[in-house]
């Protein structure tokens, strides 16, 4: 479902003669349907960068990512909005939305981009939200005013609305209650259960544990430190 080949990354930095900074080299991996696999390895060693170039925030200077089939180094930019909108999920650390949308608007919204009508996507999005322990009485409100925590709980539950067949996860688990984390692991293990692909940051070695199949250390794909 997830296939990355002979993957690399430079940045550029035109602030300091052009010099050229070579992050990851020749990174090769799959992920199959109802796999999680973990990234791993210290910090700095390219995991963040790397999910941001399977999601394509980043661009790539050499190989193939696969998303279900899709190149994403080589698709158009309307193929690339079309995977993320129904087969690429991405969970990040921090919510970025519209200012003044309400929380369930928020929520319920990747599931109106594909299609399901207001009353199912409201329903999924109350469930979520629900299970995640945000107030009712906060559902009206736009999560920009939320306390850290709580927005990060919406964030899980919008990215968990959809049920996507491949997901990235960038630290989920990171800051929540036992609780709250209790939730967090069973959706992601619910989402292995319908069949999902998934790649995920785990600094949290027992969710690690619990919900990865697999992991690949970054660092050996990362000249400075493969050295």
Same mark, same amino acid.
């Given at each position: ?12 930095? %035109? ?140 964030? &899980?539950?919008?990215?968990?609305? %959809? ?24 959706? &992601?293990?619910? =989402? ?10 785990? %600094? ?21 430190? =493969? =050295?």
């Amino acid at each position: 479902m997830i296939e990355l080949k002979d993957v690399s990354k430079t940045f550029t930095l %035109h602030n300091q003669g052009s010099a050229v900074i070579e992050v990851i080299n020749d990174v090769s991996l799959s992920v199959a349907k109802g796999e999680c696999v973990a990234l791993t390895g210290a910090s700095g060693a390219g995991k963040s960068t790397l999910m941001r170039m399977i999601y394509g925030n980043y661009l790539t200077q050499a190989g193939e990512i696969r998303i279900g089939g899709v190149d994403l180094v080589q698709a158009e930019p309307r193929e690339v909005i079309a995977l993320r909108r129904e087969v690429l999920g991405y969970v990040s650390q921090f919510l970025r939305v519209v200012p003044r949308v309400p929380t369930m608007e928020v929520v319920a919204e990747p599931m109106r981009a594909v299609g399901v009508s207001v009353k199912d996507a409201e329903a999924r999005a109350k469930k979520l939200l629900s299970q995640l322990n945000i107030p009712e009485r906060l559902w009206s409100l736009s999560p920009t005013t939320f306390s850290g925590g709580e927005q990060q709980r919406v964030n &899980i539950a919008r990215g968990f609305a %959809h049920e996507y067949p491949a997901m990235l996860l960038d630290e989920p688990t990171a800051s929540l209650d036992a609780a709250n984390r209790e939730v967090v692991l069973s959706l &992601i293990e619910e =989402a292995k259960a319908r069949g999902a692909a998934i790649i995920g940051i785990f %600094h949290d070695e027992a969710a690690r544990d619990r919900v990865c199949d697999r992991e690949i250390d970054v660092s050996a794909f990362t000249p400075k430190m =493969a =050295a």
